[in-house]
């Protein structure tokens, strides 16, 4: 990506430069503008793509951890009284949800994933730890 961005930066002020040996100066200040908005999108869609949510079943414990480079946000849930409900969607095509439910709390997982690994998952904590397994055809 940095190899990109040096050459976006080359030809965009090789091609003001140009322009500015011409007589054409005004071009420089808005190609310095461009590239600064280009490296801003970049860095914005690399931030945003670094986010993680990590699942552990530990002991009698289930962790769930969400943050961008590094865990921001924790929720704990008893593995004994941790419900998983896959919800369908309320309207066709949209995703289904999976949620991890112990008492009033309830945390949705596994969002930036289709369907099929959002199944996958369930089944995959289902087999860990042996958890009562819940199927909910109505979205709330």
């Given at each position: 990506?940095?190899?990109?961005l040096i050459g976006m930066c080359v030809i965009s002020f090789g091609i003001a430069i140009g322009f500015a040996m011409v007589g054409l100066w005004l071009v420089l200040p808005f190609a310095g503008l461009e590239m600064l908005v280009l490296i801003f999108a970049f860095h ?97």
């Open positions: 990506m940095r190899c990109f914005t869609v690399q931030k945003s793509s670094a986010s993680r949510e990590v699942v552990s079943v530990v002991d009698e414990r289930i962790i769930i951890e969400t943050g961008k480079t590094r865990p921001e946000k924790s929720c704990v849930f008893q593995r004994a009284w941790t419900q998983i409900l896959l919800q369908a969607p309320q309207i066709k095509g949209y995703p289904s949800r999976l949620l991890l439910r112990c008492g009033s709390r309830q945390v949705e997982v596994g969002a930036c994933l289709n369907n099929d690994e959002r199944q996958a998952l369930r089944r995959r904590l289902l087999e860990l730890k042996g958890l009562p397994q819940v199927f909910s055809t109505v979205a709330e």
